[in-house]
């Protein structure tokens, strides 16, 4: 019985709690960028440099409130910097769809061409990033780092097995709660939310009502830089930070939005964590775990791991490759938004 | 009112508008008649501002609104129905009719958050005012359900529904009886007719069925092949060999019968 428990035990702290927290990451991404391609219609791949850029701009206000003094007791100053980060973030999209799509929108161009354009854009914040921080890794979670500490939870259980929660990850599930009921509730139940699934449903007639354009356009932009910016912090709390590291994330969100069905919220959100946990679930090695759950003369002598954690994208690629030829319009097919 | 002047609208060799022109007076009710493919709705595009014409120019109330987007259109009062039926198919039908009045305070996040006094207020007023359309258009029974269920009759009232939650100068009807059946067309009918007398609406409508144009229009502008044929009254204008030839073809002199749609 207690090896059942401490197999759990030992799946909840590998497996679990991580891929928790990596999925509330990876849905708070794709949740950004279902919502352009609802209401703009186009896969925006700068998304993930945007997410870069958002949390550099944080990481400089970090170090900003580090060099004045300012600490948030036992949670990381980040969170402090974070609104202010956001602001940096939304006023980057906003200046961004100024000088670029907005050309595009009113050429009336191809899908595509957006596509295209933001591939440029992503150079160019990826570039931006880079000359401001650099590319090396950026350490910047501080405060208490465990919540629940592997000895504190042996002691209080009494079993083999510990289970380790850092501040980070709870952080990031309570904020990815917080943030996803907001835009639900935001997108159902306000004026401005309500347009922007009107404009997402059907744009000719959206432009024949009370409905600005701009304003649509303009709020699903700091929506989406918001997103991006939480989405990257929360994912530089828990690991590090790295430019090169957040334009890879492009594909495991990807792969969560279409997943979920592209445009949908809810199905970005789900797709979060189907992704997540299956990128753990197949990069982890499974030989604790059977050994704990076996008789003893089964256990196996291998790692028992499908993949090795270098090739963890090949996970969403797989995914991302399945879906598209399987079910294209994603599990939760259907309407947009 | 409306005034179009040597209208024309290309599309490659396709001549869809060539060089109309016609006049809509204050407080008429025109019909627009023609043939399929005569032009009718490119005509109707262009003037509510979905297309940029080729050449040409349209005044609304004497002022040149060439090549404006439908968006300022609208906050000129021009508005417009389609003639395949539009809806916002996730929002329920008050929730669609609600989307229609402009620059309400709830648009702004800033208003949003901190205003949500004023929001509520103007919201209150909104829904008050969808409650009135939605009992004139005698759709209460579906108010609460998504647009998106409904029938395409019930689509068209709710299309007609929207050109009454803003005071309109000018409404640009497409097609809105076809596919209706008559008791629900005498519905359309009598509030085509009361929003024209009690609010001063003029409208301009795409029609095909005659008996309805008979009813309602007055003038009635006839088109074929990106032209205009001829204007008049109703009954002036069906008895006009040129009409009657070209939607019918030649050797047919009989007038249309009811429900003919060419």
């Avoid at chain 1, 890879?248 to 964590?273: C, D, H, R, Y």
Wanted: charged share 15%; with cysteine; aromatic share 10%.
């Amino acid at each position: 019985m207690t090896d059942i428990l401490n197999a759990l035990v030992l799946l909840s702290n590998f497996v679990l709690i991580p891929a928790l927290s990596y999925g509330s990451q990876l849905a708070l991404g794709a949740l950004g960028v279902t919502l352009i391609y609802a209401v703009l219609r186009f896969s925006n791949f700068a998304h993930g440099d945007m997410m870069a850029l958002g949390t550099m701009a944080t990481i400089m206000i970090t170090w900003g409130l580090h060099a004045m003094g300012v600490s948030f007791g036992p949670l990381p100053t980040a969170l402090l910097a974070l609104p202010f980060g956001i602001l940096i973030a939304m006023a980057v999209a906003l200046v961004t769809d100024r000088a670029v799509y907005r050309f595009y929108r009113k050429q009336r161009s191809a899908p595509v061409v957006f596509v295209m354009a933001s591939v440029g854009v992503m150079f160019m914040y990826n570039a931006i990033t880079r000359i401001f921080i650099g590319t090396g890794d950026q350490r910047f979670a501080d405060g208490e780092r465990f919540v629940l500490k592997v000895n504190e939870f042996k002691e209080l259980t009494g079993l083999d097995q510990g289970l380790a929660i850092r501040t980070s990850q709870l952080i990031t599930v309570v904020v990815m709660v917080a943030v996803v009921a907001f835009v639900f509730w935001f997108l159902q139940k306000t004026r401005t939310g309500k347009a922007m699934r009107a404009y997402s449903d059907n744009e000719d007639l959206a432009l024949l009502s009370g409905i600005n354009p701009d304003r649509v356009v303009r709020i699903t932009w700091i929506l989406a830089a918001a997103l991006a910016t939480i989405a990257g912090v929360l994912y530089g709390l828990d690991k590090s930070f790295r430019p090169f590291v957040y334009f890879q994330l492009l594909l495991p969100i990807f792969a969560s939005a279409i997943v979920g069905g592209i445009g949908q919220p809810l199905g970005a959100i789900a797709g979060g964590f189907i992704v997540a946990f299956s990128e753990v679930m197949v990069t982890y090695a499974w030989k604790g775990f059977i050994t704990l759950i076996v008789p003893a003369d089964m256990a196996p002598e291998g790692l028992v791991q499908l993949l090795g954690t270098d090739y963890k994208f090949a996970v969403s690629f797989i995914i991302l490759v399945v879906v598209l030829l399987v079910r294209p319009t994603g599990i939760f097919k259907g309407r947009v938004i | 009112m409306i005034r179009v002047d040597n209208l024309n609208m290309h599309f490659g060799g396709i001549r869809a508008v060539d060089g109309a022109s016609i006049e809509i007076a204050k407080g008429s009710i025109t019909g627009l008649i023609g043939p399929n493919g005569a032009g009718k709705t490119t005509l109707f595009n262009v003037i509510a501002g979905h297309y940029t014409p080729t050449s040409g120019h349209v005044y609304l109330d004497g002022e040149d609104v060439t090549g404006l987007s439908p968006h300022e259109l609208f906050h000129q009062g021009l508005l417009r129905t389609f003639q395949i039926a539009h809806e916002f198919s996730t929002l329920t039908v008050r929730e669609n009719l609600m989307m229609v009045p402009d620059n309400q305070p709830g648009e702004t996040l800033w208003d949003t958050w901190f205003k949500s006094g004023t929001v509520r207020a103007r919201e209150a007023e909104v829904r008050a005012k969808a409650d009135e359309v939605i009992e004139f258009l005698e759709i209460s029974h579906v108010a609460n359900e998504l647009a998106g269920n409904l029938s395409g009759g019930q689509k068209k009232l709710l299309e007609l529904g929207r050109t009454m939650m803003v005071d309109a100068k000018i409404v640009f009807l497409d097609e809105v009886g076809a596919g209706v059946n008559r008791t629900l067309l005498n519905t359309i009918g009598d509030a085509i007719l009361r929003l024209n007398r009690e609010r001063g609406y003029t409208f301009c409508m795409i029609e095909h069925d005659m008996d309805f144009i008979g009813r309602l229009c007055d003038p009635v502008i006839v088109m074929a092949e990106g032209k205009v044929l001829t204007v008049g009254k109703p009954d002036e204008v069906m008895a006009n060999e040129a009409v009657i030839e070209a939607y019918l073809g030649r050797g047919l002199k009989n007038k249309p019968q009811r429900g003919v749609t060419a």
